[in-house]
Each structure stands twice: as C-alpha cells, then as structure tokens.
Nanobody, 115 residues
Framework: QVQLVESGGGLVQAGGSLRLSCAAS????????MGWYRQAPGKQRELVAG??????YYADSVKGRFTISRDNAKSAVYLQMNSLKPEDTAVYYC??????????WGQGTQVTVSS
C-alpha cells in the first residue's frame, strides 16, 4: 500500500505560478511511475505530467509551462506550474503506479486561476 498527501494548491492570477507537492509513504520502494492528473468541472480526469526513472511526459496543453520533478530519497513528486491560465483551473491529483501495476491516488488539491 502507498499513501499520498498533496499540498500546494490555491488561488492565483493568470500568469502566476504554483508548485504542487506530493509525498508518498508506505511501500514506496514499489513505486515505478509518478504523475499528476487534473479534473475540471464537467470534464474527465486527464494526465497532465508523468515521470519515471527513464522519461517524462507532458500533455500538450502544459508543455513549456509545467515541470514535473521527483525526489526518490523523499518519495516525493512535484509539479511546478508557471504562466498559469484560467483553463488550468481544476482539482489536481497525484498518482503513483507500482511495478506490479497497482495505482494509488492522492486526495486532490484545488488550483484556481483567475483571469
């Protein structure tokens, strides 16, 4: 089992920045991939960014603005979000996948970007 706790959401004006953090605990040695998803009202949850030991992934909508990073020593993943837009408003969820293909979710953190 892996437990995830997110922090760092909030309200910011368009063009501003936020940094999301996600700390994992439990069986962290099983973690393979880590990532961030988001879900806006009335929309499906979508993958924003992901990271493994070999590669990173970004959705086209956030390329060049968001940066995902990972600290294996702390079992943490971060999402630096710059040049935020109103359309980035959503609940952001941390997700990890283990080597046995089990997935775990954080509780979500609200990001609101005002125009």
């Amino acid at each position: 089992q892996v437990q995830l706790v997110e922090s760092g959401g909030g309200l910011v004006q368009a063009g501003g920045s936020l940094r999301l953090s996600c700390a994992a605990s439990g069986s962290t040695f099983q973690i393979n991939a880590m990532g961030w998803y988001r879900q806006a009202p009335g929309k499906q949850r979508e993958l924003v960014a992901g990271i493994t030991s070999a590669r990173t992934y970004y959705a086209d909508s956030v390329k060049g603005r968001f940066t995902i990073s990972r600290d294996n020593a702390k079992s943490a993943v971060y999402l630096q979000m710059n040049s935020l837009k109103p359309e980035d408003t959503a609940v952001y969820y941390c997700n990890v996948e283990t080597y046995s293909n089990s997935g775990y979710w954080g509780q979500g953190t609200q990001v609101t970007v005002s125009s």
